[in-house]
Structures are given as C-alpha cells and as structure tokens.
C-alpha cells in the first residue's frame, strides 16, 4: 500500500496563507481517490478538495476560490495552496489517494486564530 506524509501545517494568523504538501511513496496522484480532506474536533471528516487524473480539480463551497490543489509532474506530490485563511479553516487536514484502495497520510494541523 502506498505511504503518504503530509506537511506543511502550522499556526497562522486570519487572512494568512499556508501551503501543504504530501509526499507519496509512489506515482499515485493520478488516481481517481486523490484529495484532500479535513477534520475538525468533534465534526466528521470532509472533502476539501479533489484533483481527477485529467486535471480537473473539484472544491468544497467553504474553500472555494481560496484554496487551490495541485500536484508536480511525477505524480508523488499532492499540494494544498491555502489562501485567505479563516478560524473555521482549523482542522487536522489529510491526503488521500489510490486507484481502488484509499490510502490515507497520517494528518498535519492546521491552526488559523482570529
């Protein structure tokens, strides 16, 4: 199974930026399962933002137009642009990928305060 690491979180003022990265073990982020995902204390895991293998990318409503997904060439680097942050941003934020299977990396925080 494929082992992904994210990083790149961190504490940031509102209306600060953060880019995350996540590094796969393996040429992953062209299959149809890679995304990024948050969770927040005491709420349920979401999908933030997903990028098919054709490119297209997809976003939740809360993040549109502030939050951009990308990935480099060899396909073994997910990336989370993240613009404009607000305190409700804040949330342990995952990658996901796999062609059948999802992987799952292991969580990088995210603190926005006010």
């Known amino acids: 199974q494929v082992q992904l690491m994210e990083s790149g979180g961190g504490l940031v003022q509102a209306g600060g930026s953060l880019r995350l990265s996540c590094a796969a073990s393996?040429?992953?982020?062209?299959?149809?399962?890679t995304a990024w995902h948050r969770q927040a204390p005491g709420k349920q895991r979401e999908l933030v933002a997903r990028?098919?293998?054709?490119?297209?990318?997809d976003y939740a409503d809360s993040v549109k137009g502030r939050f951009k997904i990308s990935r480099d060439r060899g396909m073994r680097t997910l990336y989370l642009q993240m613009s404009d942050l607000k305190p409700e941003d804040t949330a342990v934020y995952y990658c996901?990928?796999?062609?059948?299977?999802?992987?799952w990396g292991q969580g990088t925080q995210v603190t926005v305060s006010s």
């Open positions: 996901s990928a796999g062609h059948v299977q999802l992987s």
């Open positions: 393996e040429s992953i982020f062209n299959s149809k399962g």
């Open positions: 990028i098919y293998g054709s490119g297209t990318t």
